[in-house]
C-alpha cells in the first residue's frame, strides 16, 4: 500500500526548494502527498530560522502533528531545516515524539533514515547560519532519486529493516535506465539511487534477468545529459572490484562512496552480524582508494551495541584513525524491536558512555575529515550550484562530485555546474570563488 506523506514549509524560498526536493524523493520512493496534515502517515516540517525557541505557529502544528500520532503511533514526525539544525538532537528531548531531524538540504538524511526504517539520529549535521530571507533562486529541478530496489537479505543484528521490508527485491534494468532517461529529458542532471543494500542489486530481479550493481552504473553512465550519479547505500561485502572500478572509469559516478562500518572492532562486527571483520573492511578500503586515490570516503558508526567494551570501541577509533573518512553518520545503538541485537540485555552499555564515547568518536571523525578536505585547497572542483549560501546570501552554495557542501562568490544559477576554485576548507564544508577562466573555457 502506498505511503502517505504531507510536508508543511516555513521561511524562505531556499525552504521551499527544499521542501521540494524532499517531496521528489518521497515520490521516488513510493510516497504519495496528501493535501491535509492529518491523513499523512509521514508528517514532516521544515523548519525556519535560528532562533533560540522555535516558533509558536511551527509548535501548534507540531502539537498537532503529536496528537494524531498519539490515536495512530504508526506516524512518523520528522523535523527538518534550519531551527532543526540549530538545536540540533535537543529536538527529541523537547518533543519526544519526532522520530527524526536534519539539517537544511539534507535530504539524503531523510532518505537514508525511510529506507532503514530507522531510528533516532544522534547526526553529525552539517552545521550552518541562517539570515532571514534569501532570494528565490529556484530553477528546474536537476536532482533526481530512484529507488532500484526494496527489502534486504542480510541479517544485521541491529537492524529492523529485514523484518519491516522482508526479502529484496531488485526492479529490472531496462526499466531503471528508461526511468532515469525520462528524468535526464525532464532537466535532471544528477540521479541518487536508493536501496537499502544498493550494491547487491542485480540478483534479486523478478524476472529471473541476471544483472548487477556494476552494469547498472554502466548502463545509466550511457545516458546523454547524465553528469553525476550517486548512491546509498551499499554494503562492504557486495563492494567488489567491478564497481570499484566503475568509480575509476565511469565519468558520471561521482568520487564519492558511502561505506558503513557500524564498528571497528572484528568481535562486534560478529556481533552485528556484519558478514566482514576490521581486516576485511581496511582491505576494501585499500582496493577503492587503490583503483580511486582521491575517492570522498564517508560511513555509518554504531557505538554503544551491546557488549561493546573500552577495548572495542578503541579499536572504531583506531580504524577511523587509520581510514580517514570524510564524514560520518554516528549513532548511538538503539534496540530495535524484532531484530535479534534487542534480546542481547545483559551487556547493554549505560547511556552516559555511550554518549561520552560518542563525543570522542566525533572528535577523531571531524578532526580527520578537516585534514582531508585540506587536499581540496588549491584545487578546481565542479560543483553542482543549489542555491544561495545559507550564512552569506551575496555568495551561493553547492555540491561538488565528492558530495562537499561548497560556498563560494560568482554569479551562477541554480542547477548548472561551475567550476570554483576551492581556498579554504573546514571538517564539513569548502569555500572558495568561481572560476571564470576555467567557465569560459568550458562553455
Ligand atoms: N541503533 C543504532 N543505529 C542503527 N542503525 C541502524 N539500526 C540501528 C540501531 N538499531 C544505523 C546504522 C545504519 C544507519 C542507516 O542507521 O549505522 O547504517
Ligand atoms: Fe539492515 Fe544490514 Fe540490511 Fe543494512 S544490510 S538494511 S543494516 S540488515
Not at 532519486?145 to 541491529?158: D, E, F, L, P
Request: aromatic share 8%.
Amino acid at each position: 500500500m502506498t505511503k502517505t506523506f504531507h510536508v508543511t514549509t516555513f521561511g524562505c524560498q531556499m525552504n521551499e526548494h527544499d521542501s521540494e526536493r524532499m517531496k521528489g524523493m518521497l515520490v521516488a520512493l513510493g510516497y504519495a502527498e496528501t493535501e491535509e496534515q492529518r491523513d499523512a502517515e509521514l508528517i514532516l516540517f521544515n523548519t525556519c530560522s535560528i532562533r533560540e525557541k522555535a516558533d509558536s505557529r511551527f509548535i501548534s502544528y507540531l502539537q498537532l502533528a503529536a496528537s494524531y500520532k498519539r490515536r495512530n503511533p504508526e506516524i512518523v514526525i520528522g523535523v527538518g531545516g534550519c531551527w532543526a539544525q540549530s538545536v540540533k538532537d535537543d529536538v527529541f528531548r523537547q518533543f519526544p515524539y519526532v522520530d527524526v531531524a536534519f539539517g537544511p538540504g539534507q535530504v539524503h538524511k531523510l532518505a537514508e533514515f525511510l529506507t532503514s526504517d530507522s531510528l533516532t539520529a544522534q547526526g553529525f549535521f552539517e552545521f550552518e547560519g541562517f539570515t532571514g530571507h534569501l532570494p528565490s533562486a529556484r530553477e528546474r529541478d536537476v536532482q533526481g532519486w530512484v529507488q532500484i530496489s526494496a527489502g534486504c537479505n542480510m541479517k544485521c543484528s541491529y537492524c529492523i529493516v529485514p523484518s519491516t521490508r522482508g526479502r529484496q527485491v531488485d526492479r529490472p534494468l531496462d526499466e531503471l535506465v528508461a526511468e532515469v532517461r525520462e528524468m535526464v529529458d525532464g532537466g535532471v542532471i544528477e540521479v541518487t539511487l536508493l536501496g537499502q543494500n544498493v550494491n547487491a542489486y542485480g540478483r534479486a530481479v523478478r524476472d529471473g534477468e541476471r544483472t548487477s550493481f556494476a552494469a547498472l552504473l554502466h548502463a545509466l553512465d550511457e545516458i546523454d545529459g547524465l553528469r553525476r550519479v550517486r548512491y546509498t547505500s551499499p554494503h562492504p561485502q557486495d563492494m567488489t572490484e567491478d564497481v570499484v572500478l566503475a568509480h575509476a572509469t565511469l565519468d558520471s559516478v561521482c568520487p564519492h562512496m558511502h561505506l558503513p562500518l557500524q564498528s571497528g572492532s572484528s568481535r562486534i562486527l560478529k556481533a552485528m552480524r556484519r558478514t566482514y571483520d576490521r581486516g576485511r573492511f581496511l582491505d576494501r578500503v585499500g582496493l577503492i582508494r587503490g583503483h580511486n586515490p582521491d575517492i570522498a570516503l564517508t560511513t555509518d558508526i554504531i557505538v554503544g551495541f551491546p557488549g561493546e567494551t573500552e577495548a572495542d570501541f578503541a579499536q572504531t577509533l583506531e580504524v577511523c584513525e587509520e581510514v580517514g573518512f570524510d564524514g560520518a553518520f554516528t549513532f548511538i545503538y538503539s534496540p530495535r524491536r524484532d531484530t535479534e541485537a534487542a534480546a542481547f540485555t545483559d551487556d547493554f552499555v549505560p547511556h552516559e558512555v555511550a554518549v561520552e564515547r560518542m563525543e570522542r568518536l566525533v572528535e577523531t571523525v571531524q578532526r580527520r575529515a578537516a585534514e582531508r578536505a585540506q587536499r581540496f585547497v588549491g584545487r578546481t572542483l565542479d560543483v553542482l550550484v543549489e542555491g544561495p549560501s545559507r550564512t552569506d546570501p551575496s555568495r551561493l552554495r553547492g555540491r561538488s562530485g565528492h558530495g562537499k557542501t561548497v560556498n563560494f562568490s560568482g554569479l551562477a544559477q541554480a542547477g548548472e555546474i561551475v567550476p570554483v576554485q576551492i581556498t579554504g576548507s573546514t571538517s564539513q564544508t569548502l569555500s572558495g570563488e568561481m572560476s571564470l577562466l576555467a567557465r569560459a573555457l568550458v562553455s
